[in-house]
């Protein structure tokens, strides 16, 4: 054996002894374990032949023909020096030949998560699934963790929008577990999407403890995220306004405002906005809701979102409805109901159904609204009974503790005494969506699990429909539906017009002291909203 070989058979029996002594303390991009060695061994064999090499021109002048046979067998572990070696020969970086990524890989996976991004923002929430799960795909097999994420993230965005609320939480919770690692601000966006799943369940005080929860760990740990924090402040304004804190509503819209200068993401903005009008409508400030809004609503048509441009339709609907402005309230709460339907949106389609009908009923065309309606509510269980008289929550840890309040799974309460507490009308099933209404959306319809706080709204106007036309006992047995479907949520403002409704109704009947039992339990949820399922108020961030 000549010099030369002798040298390069030493240097690759030493690469292979240095390889086997080197343990765990190996530097990132070596090659560990007997499924590593054959994969790298198969991946140089790939582009050896595709190149049309033979062994000997491969190895020489480093390492011998019968190093490079040994190692595309897969009987050899490589050293980073030898590795390093072959890419170069191969014409490949050294990630690609260890982990059989190219540099180009990544790059083409986030044009791919655009392209589904691209999708949900403009098309059907299914076909953009699609798009995804190749993304999902892909990068999993890659090793790509980072465009692993954002594919599960938008999984389960469009899970969101078609009201899967169980499939939406698993991709979030599965995001969680990928970037358990990474600091808190990386996970947020699933948090908040988690919680938004949440909400959407009728799970109100959940939603707000995960979103204080992470609140307060940014701000503990002094990890000050502007876009973390803009993100879950203005995504807990919409469960505070459900349960009727207010006042951590306002807070919420005031920190998420000063915070949106350092943010320059316009679809987050935009979504501030939104946020930011509903406590506005709240203290009566329509004019500044309705201007929030449009600014909202112009950053969405310029981003070409339409999911969330549908969204702003439906709460100035809502802001002209509270003007008392019906006409413009029907014509924006059909056009936020017709670009929903469009997207397959169900979930949402169906709660901007509910608020229609509300509209339409105070227009005086309570057959209109009762067609919308009753298909709505066509899933629904049977309603069960109506929450007790001034019973206690136990699904919320004691003010205070961090232990976490599992999300209501059954229904225990019941009804005040004297109540009808049977279950919700018959015919609730039996009613035909509109004609020209996507029908998709009324097969999902609302139940306790599935846009609980719409249902409850749904049950409140067919009462007051069937109160209206002197059918007390009809209107009885929807007001008692609402009540339980709202109790446990904790929806305050809304039980306790619902306790009067109901109250006034068994009042009209004689039925006295059942009538103060409602009134009791309304004043109940009146006499401190949203204080007594909420701990204290998360810390805030240095502003």
Known sequence: MNLSRRLSYRRGKEDTVADRSAGDGRKAGTVTGAESTAEI?????????????????????????????????????????????????????????????????????????????????????EDAAGLFAEVRDEAERLGFAEERASALLGLG????????LTVARDHFEAVERLLSGEPLPRRVPAIRGRAVAHLLAGELRYSCYLLESAIDELNASGLHDPYALLLLYTAAIAPYMDMGAHARAVRAAELALALAPSVDDPGLIARMHRGVARTLIAEGRTAEADASLAKAQELYEQLRIHTDLAHCHWMRGYVHAQDGNLERAERELRTARDMLASKRAALFTVQV?????????????????EALLLPLLAH????????????????????????????????????????????????TNTTPAPGGTDTAAYEAGLTADRGAVHAGGAHRLLGLIADERGDAEAAEEHYCAALSLLERTGAAGDLADLCRLLGDLLRREGRLEAAMDAYRTGLGHRAAPGTTTLGPAPAEPPM
């Not at 991004?117 to 929430?125: M, P």
């Not at 159904?353 to 609204?369: C, I, P």
């Open 380 to 427: 629904s269980p049977a309603a069960g009974t109506a929450p007790a008289p001034g019973g206690t929550d136990t699904t919320h840890a004691p003010g205070g503790t961090d232990t976490a309040p599992a999300p209501s799974g059954t229904d225990t309460t019941h009804a005040p005494s004297g109540t009808n507490t049977t279950p919700a009308p018959s015919g």
């Open 41 to 125: 061994g198969r991946r140089v064999l790939k582009l050896r032949t595709e190149r049309g090499f033979t062994q000997r021109m491969l190895a020489e002048p480093a390492y011998t023909a019968a190093y490079v046979s040994t190692l595309e067998a897969g009987k050899v572990r490589p050293s980073e020096a030898a590795l390093r070696h072959l890419a170069e020969r191969l014409g490949v970086s050294y990630e690609e030949l260890t982990t059989g990524r190219s540099p180009h890989d990544a790059t083409r996976l986030r044009a791919a998560l655009t392209d589904a991004r691209r999708a949900l923002a403009t098309g059907a929430a």
């Open 157 to 164: 965005d469009c899970a969101l929008e078609t009201g899967d």
């Open 353 to 369: 159904e509910v608020e229609l009908a509300d509209v339409l009923r105070r227009r005086g065309r309570t057959a209109e609204a």
